[in-house]
């Protein structure tokens, strides 16, 4: 047949066989099927078409339809659904039957469970939609699911033969692999799960508020947070929990706490301070062990200026402190600060040096999850006594922190204090000066040495040599003993008639062997 215009839709054309009782006051009849839409009906009443919508419309969800006017008694009526054709969509019940999309027919969509539909691609079930959810490759099939975007074919794909899903990338490593770029990293066989790789910087973020904490739990069994690794952005400090305790943590300064969780040297732990200070605390037993394994040498080196200055080896059974001279503390009378040349004699005085602490505790404090943050401790800072008294209560900064607490006397029976030898042949020689103790803001000490090797001040008119015991001469220098007899008054003897320096005064100083 010849037409004009665009061509002709397929479609069925099923007559409804309609009939009703016209009685010019009816209007709703039923159609003895379900119709999806007006537009599928073609309405004819005495031979003049009706328009869907305006003349009639569909009730009792598309199985009436509602004439406008009322049909009248001998009106003629008949109805036709179009499905598929010019009329719009189709809304047949299949009832269960299969739709068949492609020529050999195994390719198609049905829905013979009540409530799911089944997409069937070359004969196997790739897809089920039902009300429990989505499921794709329900077969479990060797098929790929890849989701691609502008930029990306492998935004997001699951390997269906590998059982691996990849982000950025068809995934080769890992249960769930995250690629950027092909670093050509491998993973080490023992942790396959997740992976992220990039041919530069690669990372993981965990976003918090600046008042919130990000958490990464390791769980078991028996506890879902046995391990935690934690940032605290209110403090911003990292805490590290093992076995279901916090072990370790870096504070906001940058410390380093090993078994405690604050920084102060009376709680037990370990701190490696961010300045280079380390604090090993221990409530009885070994402070600290130092295992040399292989063959003899050295154990501790000790340097200034980068420059070696001592050393404690070990040799079979033996310790030897290399470089070792024993020192005192000690001080003035009067807790000045002269000069004193290195090497001067030093006399012992009837009176002992005193140190005064301000000594502060600090409460525990603990989380909102009840961990504990600050363990219970005390903060202590040498003072001036100043116009105090013991007892007194004092507010002092230690560490950048403020702390209230109280004074307290340092419990010392050993050190006392000093003057420069004025004392020909003295029996009350301390040792001798090395230097100002410049660590203690607060008083000032000097360190006196007292034993091992060192250098001793030789008076300008005293000529010395080798295995020479030496006295004070009573102005700071020394002199030659008269005998080899070690003596109550013997300071030292001479290891060395090289001058090592000599000053102003002409004294000078040579190396030499302690016998205070």
């Known amino acids: 047949m010849a037409y004009i215009g665009q061509s002709i839709k397929n479609g069925t054309f099923t007559d409804l066989g309609f009939t009703g009782t016209f009685n010019s006051s009816t209007t709703d009849f039923n159609l003895g099927t379900q119709v999806g839409s007006a537009a599928q009906l073609l309405v004819s009443k005495n031979g003049v078409i009706q328009r869907p919508g305006t003349d009639f419309t569909l009730a009792s969800g598309g199985s009436q339809i509602s004439f406008t006017t009322a049909p009248a008694s001998g009106d003629s009526i008949f109805i036709v659904e179009i499905s598929g054709a010019v009329g719009g969509p189709m809304n047949r019940d299949l009832n269960g039957e299969e739709l068949i999309l492609d020529v050999d027919g195994d390719t198609s969509i049905h829905a013979d469970t009540d409530d799911q539909i089944d997409f069937k691609i070359g004969g196997t079930d790739e897809m089920t939609i039902s009300s429990s959810g989505i499921v794709i490759n329900e077969g479990s099939n060797d098929r790929d699911f890849r989701v691609e975007t502008n930029g990306n074919a492998n935004t997001f794909i699951v390997d269906g033969g590998e059982d691996k899903i990849g982000i950025g990338a068809a995934p080769t490593q890992a249960k769930l692999h995250i690629i950027t770029n092909d670093s050509g990293a491998l993973n080490d066989g023992n942790s396959d799960d997740f992976m992220i790789e990039n041919t530069s910087a690669t990372g993981m973020t965990i976003g918090s508020s600046t008042d919130g904490e990000g958490h990464i739990h390791f769980s078991d069994s ?14 911003n400090r990292m805490q590290f929990r093992v076995n279901a305790a916090e072990r370790m943590r870096i504070d906001n300064s940058g410390n380093l706490l090993v078994g405690k969780q604050g920084s102060a040297s009376s709680s037990v732990g370990c701190e490696f301070l961010a300045h280079g200070e380390i604090f090993v605390t221990r409530s009885g037993q070994n402070v600290g062990l130092f295992n040399r394994l292989s063959d003899d040498g050295q154990i501790f080196g000790f340097l200034q200026a980068n420059n070696t200055e001592g050393t404690i080896n070990v040799s079979g059974s033996t310790v030897s402190y290399n470089g070792f001279t024993g020192t005192h503390w000690s ?4 807790n000045s600060k002269p000069t004193i040349l290195r090497g001067t004699i ?48 004092i507010t002092f900064t230690s560490r950048g922190v403020e702390y209230t607490g109280k004074i307290e006397k340092e419990g010392d029976v050993k050190h006392a204090k000093t003057k420069v030898s004025d004392t020909e042949a003295s029996k009350s020689v301390y040792g001798l000066f090395v230097a100002w103790d410049n660590d203690d803001t607060n008083y000032n000490d000097m360190l006196i040495a007292q034993t091992g090797t060192f250098v001793i001040r030789i008076h300008k008119d005293e000529t010395v040599s080798k295995g020479d015991l030496i006295q004070s001469k009573g102005d700071g220098t020394g002199k030659v003993q008269a005998d080899d007899i070690i003596r109550s008054s013997t300071v030292a003897k001479v290891l060395s008639t090289t001058k090592i320096e000599t000053y102003s005064d002409g004294s000078y100083i040579v190396p030499c062997s302690l016998h205070c």
Request: charged fraction near 25%; charge should be negative.
């Open 222 to 235: 028996d506890d879902a947070d046995v391990g935690t690794i934690s940032y605290f952005h209110s403090n």
């Open 346 to 393: 030093m006399e012992s005085l009837d009176e002992m040096c005193d140190w005064y602490q301000a000594v502060a505790d600090v409460a525990e404090v603990k989380d909102s999850e009840g961990n504990v943050t600050t363990a219970a401790h005390q903060v202590k800072e040498y003072i001036n006594l100043g116009s105090k008294s013991v007892g007194d209560s």
């Open 331 to 334: 001080r003035l009378a009067d």
